[in-house]
């Protein structure tokens, strides 16, 4: 097995009297597309902002590439190649659907406040490769021709793709997504799919974070299951398929 | 031919305004108009400045006026008790007064929303207080007069005349420099923390320190605009610089179109108009702080965008109607 992109040792997050993560170690494979699934309240979008570092953990530790994450900002993890999507997805609904994406190209720009508002050279050849990378990523999720609609008036479909192709234009590593196929037609997640294996094959690992059983199973190589906190089980899909403890934290226990 | 036409329009669109404003001041045009344009020039810098930071990034702010007040301060106690170069007490000014609102940033912008509101608000309040009761450097409500005027070479800024133009050479490339920072990269950031902070975090955009830099330069607008004030008035009080003087500036910024850098010159001339030819009447005294109120609320109800964008919006809208039906002839 090659070296984890992402590691963590013993997380936990409490809320309060509220264990959230309960000393997680996950592995995070690179180049592979990674399921955390578990019911409602398991804690998976608490790793997911323990990742990001929208809170600190309560204890236990997370390592990027090796490096530790502990004191590093949110938006500097993401400059670091950590990039996420939300469940309620969280566009800017003052842009259009190209801006959204432009403005994700922030960290991969380098030209500051005074070459802005004098335009110089360097601001204008930033901005010339910044709208074509973000038409380049538009088009990768196929939403090319409503780039000048706002973002808000596409569809909850398109909106989900749209919040992929933002966060790809930060140019992650690796991708968090959380819960995309929520809200989503047989078709659009079957489309879904493809587009997270096409995301894979340009060399971006991926961890989703997901309920439609359908989607995991078609795509996910490796299987996180987290319940109340706490991991119970990981493995290939069809290894989850038959496990027992999986079974019964989705089934419940059953009675004698 | 017509598709040509079209392409010049742009071109008619920046050059007439322009004429039309080198135009205003001589008195064969509209010369008596020229003081007030000349306080329009000065406020429209302070409102754009508010623009940036409540229509851009979504962070309000109820002191501007203390700003505004501390680069007039600072250019008139320098000029005048010490014998500072004007253009270096302005300076100075614009330097010392970016340095506060630094200082002062990371504390307010802990805070959001009302909060916010309130901090900023308390700021001003607190700053007008400093002008009035430090009346050994500030000469007090009495203020001080005899402040120099500014001057280039052998060019002394002396009449309304010229004080005009310098105005607003200063006003527009303020304007400029803000409507290029709107459309970099930077101006995206700033949406996008009005959009969504989380969001805005989640890629890469740092989301404390752009308000923090948006909130320095709105400060350095507002105190450069002070130092033109009180070399133009060659006198400075503290009556300029009190809590209705930040109401006043918001006020503008909504009727402008919070989120429009050129709506800031409209929005700042329909209230300097309205406060100065209409509300200063002495039957009237007392009730622009109801008009302004009136407003607010008009304008927040019926044109959410401004004033500017708001009729832009309509005539689209007529213009649209127009060539439904077939307008071509």
Not at chain 1, 121 to 127: C, D, L
Not at chain 1, 224 to 252: F, H, M, N, W
Not at chain 2, 12 to 26: D, K, Q, T, W
Not at chain 2, 303 to 324: C, D, I, M, S, T
């Amino acid at each position: 097995m090659s070296e984890p992109i992402l590691k963590t040792d013993g997380l936990s997050k409490l809320f309060g009297g509220l264990v959230a993560l309960d000393k997680v170690d996950i592995s995070i494979e690179a180049g592979k597309i990674t399921a955390i699934i578990g019911p409602n309240g398991a804690g998976k979008t608490t790793l997911f902002n323990l990742i990001t570092g929208v809170y600190p953990s309560s204890s236990g530790r997370i390592g990027f590439r090796g490096v530790s994450l502990d004191n590093i900002s949110t938006p500097r993890r993401a400059g670091m190649g950590i990039a996420r999507t939300f469940q309620n997805v969280l566009l800017f609904g003052n842009m259009n659907a190209l801006e959204n994406v432009m403005t994700a190209q922030h960290s991969r720009s380098r030209y500051g406040f005074l070459e802005a508002a004098l335009r110089l050279p360097k601001a204008r050849r930033e901005e010339e490769t910044i709208s074509l990378k973000a038409v380049k990523y538009l088009n990768l999720v196929g939403l090319g021709m409503y780039a000048r609609q706002n973002a808000l008036s596409l569809p909850l479909g398109q909106q989900k793709l749209l919040a992929i192709a933002r966060a790809m234009a930060t140019e992650p590593q690796l991708l968090l997504l959380d819960e995309p196929g929520a809200g989503l037609n047989t078709l659009e997640k079957r489309e879904l799919g493809d587009l997270i294996r096409r995301i894979r094959e340009m060399g971006v690992t991926i961890v989703l974070v997901e309920h439609d059983m359908d989607l995991v199973m078609g795509i996910a190589e490796w299987i996180v299951v987290l319940d109340s906190g706490q991991k119970i089980a990981e493995g290939t899909a069809s290894q989850i398929q038959r496990d027992p403890r999986v079974i019964s934290a989705y089934l419940g226990e059953e009675s004698e | 031919m017509l598709a040509r036409a079209r392409r010049k329009w742009p071109y008619l669109i920046i050059a007439a305004p322009l004429v039309f404003l080198v135009l205003i001041p001589f008195d064969w045009f509209l010369g008596q108009y020229t003081s007030i344009m000349i306080f329009i020039g000065i406020n429209t810098m302070v409102t754009v400045g508010l623009c940036l930071l409540m229509g851009y990034t979504g962070q309000i702010s109820l002191g501007q006026a203390a700003f505004y007040g501390m680069g007039a301060y600072i250019s008139a106690i320098l000029s005048k008790t010490y014998h500072v170069n004007p253009w270096l007490a302005m300076l100075i000014g614009a330097a010392a007064t970016g340095a506060f609102a630094y200082a002062i940033a990371y504390p307010v912008f802990r805070l959001r929303g009302y909060y916010l509101a309130m901090a900023t608000l308390g700021l001003g309040v607190i700053v007008y207080i400093l002008f009035r009761e430090l009346d050994q450097y500030t000469g007090g409500p009495d203020g001080m007069a005899g402040i120099p005027c500014l001057s280039i070479g052998g060019l002394v800024f002396d009449t309304p005349f010229k004080r005009y133009f310098l105005v607003w050479f200063f006003c527009l490339a303020i304007l400029l420099l803000s409507q290029n920072i709107v459309k970099s990269r930077t101006g995206r950031a700033l949406r996008a923390i009005h959009g969504n902070e989380a969001a805005a975090e989640s890629i890469a955009i740092n989301v404390t320190q752009f308000k923090v830099k948006i909130f320095v330069l709105s400060a350095v607008y507002a105190s450069l605009a002070g130092s033109l004030l009180v070399h133009h008035l060659r006198f400075v009080s503290p009556q300029p610089f009190g809590f209705l003087a930040s109401v006043m500036v918001a006020v503008m910024a909504v009727m402008g179109g919070l989120a429009s850098i050129w709506g800031a010159i409209f929005g700042t001339a329909a209230i300097r108009i309205l406060s100065d030819e209409v509300l200063a009447k002495p039957e009237l005294v007392g009730w622009d702080v109801v008009v302004y109120g009136a407003i607010l609320m008009i304008v927040m109800i019926f044109l959410p965008q401004g004033l500017f964008v708001g009729l832009k919006e309509l005539y689209e809208r007529w213009r649209l109607r127009y060539a439904e039906r077939g307008a071509e002839p």
